[in-house]
């Protein structure tokens, strides 16, 4: 089976990375699995997919073995006030608002935002991938973006007591699943797959489709 490197130490999205990655017939190694510490690139960009790219590149320049997978996650909270947007920078948004940024800091700061809006905002969530793999002697970068609709997404004021490690919007946010609104944190694999994972899966197949070390 052919190998990436699944460029996060983010717990949450190794996970689903390894398990996308597995559907799609590929084996997802993270730098625990490879014994590697390498340094976080800088994140200058904008958009979700532009990080994302920015990412692979800077991790591909430290490891140049196997092709390198990166993601980045934003989000959209419809209807609210300039205050209240986060503008595609969550960590520091909550930073900012409670001195530093949690899990638990980020979950109460985006409730606290749900319920001033009269308990939930409609949100749209895009992830960003992208693949970057050393080949003829230069570092090659696809990228692609997979989002939700707003219509299938939002954030509440009444936090789930499970949580997800990384992922500070899974205990508030809710995914409306076959005409059923569920938490992100209690979701099964099975719910998993039709909110998000095939969507992001279908991004990364077409990353993959274009490297060739990956044929």
């Keep these: 089976m052919k190998q990436i490197l699944i460029a996060t130490t983010n717990p949450g999205k190794i996970m ?3 398990k996308i990655l597995a559907k799609l017939g590929y084996e997802g190694l993270s730098f625990a699995d490879l014994g590697l510490e390498l ?9 979700a997919e532009e990080i994302a790219a920015e990412k692979a590149l800077g991790y591909a320049k430290q490891f140049k073995d196997l092709p390198v997978l990166a993601r980045d996650d934003t989000n959209l909270l419809v209807g609210v006030a300039e205050e209240d947007d986060p503008k595609n920078h969550n960590k520091e948004f909550v930073a900012r608002r409670m001195g530093e940024y949690t899990d638990e800091n980020g979950e109460k700061v985006f409730a ?16 960003g991938y992208a693949l970057a793999w ?8 696809v990228s692609a973006l997979a989002t939700t609709g707003v219509d299938k997404t939002k954030i509440v004021d009444k936090i789930s007591p499970k949580k997800v490690p990384g992922f500070c919007f899974a205990p508030i946010l809710k995914v409306l699943i076959d005409g059923e609104w569920k938490y992100d944190s209690e979701l099964t694999d099975e719910d998993s797959w039709k909110a998000y994972w095939d969507i992001q899966a279908a991004a ?10 990956l044929a």
């Design 134 to 141: 050393h080949e003829g002697g230069e570092i090659k970068v």
């Design 16 to 18: 689903t990375a390894k």
């Design 112 to 127: 606290e935002i749900a319920h001033k809006y009269g308990g939930e905002v409609p949100t749209r969530f895009d992830w």
């Design 39 to 47: 340094e976080e690139p800088d994140e200058t960009k904008l958009t």
């Design 204 to 213: 990364i197949r077409g990353l993959i489709d274009k490297c060739n070390l």
